[in-house]
């Protein structure tokens, strides 16, 4: 797996990639992470995928991670600056055709990105996002975007701790913590990106422009649930199944809301044969 980064107009990515030795003919899968995560989640569900042939890219999105934490007159932070943000990332990249795979409260930017790009995206993947009408962003992550309590909260490493492990129930590694807790150790500035992120969400317009796209999506969707979500509960992912063309849910017992970081190797076996499938 090489770390890599791009500079894309004002902004650089970092993402992480892996190529196959033996590449098969199925277009590349990107892998995006939610909030407060990183592509560094990733890191232990990509290689099985890597093994049959699948090139991987992760990156972190811009205002997480390694990626540039521009302030907001720079960046909007909204779901349409983000769109924009990786169709260019893409375009860098030469990626004509990818397959997505999205989690999180920043998955939804991903699959607005696809509902509007139908063209680029050969099959979605979705793990533990907002795509029910009935999702909400978490009082946990709420807080973070409330006047002076948010920006005491956005500013503090820890909040890394409290929103992984609360997320699954689920006792992260110091050495992961650290990870993802570096970007806030190192400037102000991820604070406020985090902080701009969630007051931008608009989870109740992105949720619509979801759940009525994916109803009339016609390539395959593969819905990966951790059923121990506190935040997006399975019966959600069970409603939005009944309403796909192509859709399938496995779900994932005794896996939370980040099932890349809570058990990678049940994330990996799911998506496999959901990206090696035959097309019709």
């Not at 893409?90 to 696809?114: H, I, N, P, R, T």
């Not at 996002?129 to 948010?150: D, N, T, Y």
Request: proline share 7%; charged share 20%.
């Amino acid at each position: 797996m090489q770390n890599q980064s791009i500079q894309v107009g004002s902004l650089n990515w970092f993402y992480r990639e892996s190529e196959p030795v033996n590449a098969n003919a199925k277009p590349p899968v990107v892998l995006l992470h939610g909030l407060v995560c990183q592509s560094y989640g990733w890191r232990k569900v990509m290689p099985p995928l890597t093994e049959q042939g699948f090139r991987c890219l992760a990156p972190d999105w811009i205002g997480s991670g390694k990626s540039d934490w521009p302030e907001k007159r720079d960046f909007a932070y909204t779901p349409d600056a983000y769109v924009q943000a990786l169709g260019d990332w893409l375009d860098a990249l030469e990626l004509a055709q990818v397959s997505l795979v999205v989690q999180g409260f920043l998955g939804s930017v991903g699959l607005q990105y696809a509902l509007r790009n139908c063209d680029r995206i050969h099959r979605i993947a979705i793990l533990n996002a907002p795509i029910h009408s009935e999702a909400r962003v978490p009082f946990k992550l709420q807080q973070m975007g409330w006047p002076v309590v948010g920006d005491m909260m956005t500013q503090d490493p820890l909040l890394v701790d409290r929103t992984l492990e609360g997320g699954g129930g689920y006792v992260v590694t110091e050495e992961d913590l650290g990870v993802y807790r570096k970007p806030f150790l190192t400037s102000s500035a991820a604070g406020r990106a985090l902080k701009a992120t969630i007051n931008n969400l608009n989870l109740a317009q992105a949720t619509a422009e979801i759940s009525q796209g994916l109803a009339s999506w016609e390539k395959p969707v593969l819905l990966v649930w951790g059923s121990r979500d506190p935040w997006l509960p399975l019966e959600q992912a069970r409603s939005m199944v009944k309403t796909l063309p192509d859709g399938k849910l496995e779900e994932l017992e005794e896996v939370g809301h980040y099932p890349q970081q809570d058990w990678p190797e049940k994330v990996s076996s799911a998506l496999l044969p959901f990206l090696r499938f035959k097309d019709i």
